[in-house]
């Protein structure tokens, strides 16, 4: 996606030994609200003619990215797995584990409740980053304990020089990206796959 690529040229800021991209200015701490309607519209062309019967996301902020995709899904449900709160979990949950990138190399639980997970159903999943595919890999192993299929997983950004886009193609899943990122570092720019 032209626009996105150059709107991370623009505004996004390395970090992190070259490994960390910040979009702070319009996808992870202010949200470019009619931009992120775009993306959300890029994904149903991406995935058209596709069944989708719900948006599954991780908190938090894959939550933003999915409730403004949603629209160009028709208004389906979208869910997002939480983190975390063990006080809070019962028997009612799907039950995962994530390796976070952010948060340093601790595993963490995640979570969604078995009423809005459904056998049979068709699961789109949505995330702003595909770096070493935990995240994904955890929402892949929710959807197939309730049962439900995976339609694929459309991606803000995926930083291809990480392990993620790989690790899920290969589990089948079908992975859209809309700006994939074959290099970074704070010296000589970002550039991208195609
Ligand atoms: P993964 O599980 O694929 O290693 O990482 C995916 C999650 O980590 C995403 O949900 C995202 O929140 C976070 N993440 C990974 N890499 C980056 C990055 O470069 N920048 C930001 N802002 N978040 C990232």
């Known amino acids: 996606m032209e626009a996105l690529k150059q709107r991370i040229q623009r505004d996004g800021k390395i970090r992190g030994n070259n490994e960390v991209l910040k979009v702070d200015s319009f996808l992870n701490h202010q949200m470019d609200v009619a931009f992120l309607e775009e993306i959300g519209r890029e994904f149903r062309r991406r995935f058209a003619g596709c069944q989708v019967d719900r948006i599954l996301t991780i908190e938090a902020s894959g939550i933003g990215i999915a409730c403004l995709a949603a629209p160009a899904f028709d208004h389906v449900p979208v869910v997002f797995a939480k983190k975390n709160k063990t006080k809070n979990i019962d028997g009612n949950v799907y039950l995962s584990q994530v390796e976070s990138f952010t948060q340093g190399k601790r595993p963490y639980p995640i979570f969604v409740s078995k009423e809005f997970l459904h056998p049979g159903e068709r699961v789109l999943l949505i995330d702003d980053f595909l770096a070493n595919g ?38 089948g899943v079908r992975v859209e990206s809309l700006a994939r990122i074959e290099s970074m570092d704070e010296e000589d720019g970002i550039t991208f796959c195609d």
């Open 134 to 171: 935990s995240a994904l890999s955890a929402l892949i192993d929710l959807v197939h304990q309730a049962g439900a299929q995976v339609v694929g997983a459309g991606i803000v950004i995926e930083k291809a020089f990480q392990p993620g886009g790989a690790l899920i193609r290969g589990k």
